[in-house]
């Protein structure tokens, strides 16, 4: 082999020798990737957050703006006049729905349910008895903690649900209960009980 052969052996090939630190394909040589800046994590989460938004704005419009089934409660209330009680028909606004209507008789007490939509769009029960509080909710025992609404006085309670408000009339027991997102809605229910009594 001639010196020139030996010579054209050692050179590599390609005509340019590579190296270990070689930049890849397509990146400047020394340039390290740019940091997310705060202003561009603010706009993605601006992606997201924005139609969460407009979802739980038009939930919450469909929510207010629902129908619900009214219930004709005269029936109940006259069977109910017939069998004692003497009935309370709450001065409400329009805005409270009566939903549901039931009537029971058993053992001489008498026990007249009313259930309410309240215009927060949340459930309440005006329950009338001649029998024991407690039958109507187990939770109902001792004295509960005096309150004042409508100029009558009511024993409070908590329940599984919520709360409940008692007051005693001549010849009935009037019960109000509510689940808890509606607790704050008793006392407009208490006035309009209190505004229906002669």
Do not use: C
């Amino acid at each position: 082999m001639s010196s020139d052969d030996v010579k054209a052996a050692a050179e590599p090939t390609g005509g340019r020798a590579s190296t270990a630190t070689e930049e890849p394909a397509g990146r400047a040589p020394g340039r390290r990737p740019k940091p997310r800046r705060l202003r561009d994590m603010f706009l993605s989460l601006a992606v997201l957050l924005v139609p969460l938004g407009i979802f739980y704005g038009m939930w919450n419009w469909a929510a207010v703006d629902r129908q619900v089934s009214v219930v004709d409660t005269s029936e109940d209330y006259l069977a109910a006049e017939s069998l004692g009680i003497e009935v309370v028909r709450p001065e409400l606004s329009e805005d409270w729905k009566p939903i549901s209507s039931v009537l029971a008789a058993e053992d001489e007490a008498v026990t007249l349910r009313t259930g309410w939509y309240t215009p927060e769009g949340f459930g309440m029960q005006l329950v009338q008895t001649t029998g024991a509080i407690a039958d109507v909710n187990e939770a109902l025992t001792g004295a509960g903690e005096p309150i004042e609404a409508g100029g009558l006085e009511w024993a409070a309670y908590e329940t599984a649900e919520g709360r409940a408000w008692v007051t005693v009339l001549e010849t009935s027991a009037v019960v109000l209960t509510a689940e808890q997102d509606a607790v704050e809605e008793l006392p407009e229910l208490a006035e309009g009980v209190a505004a229906a009594l002669p």
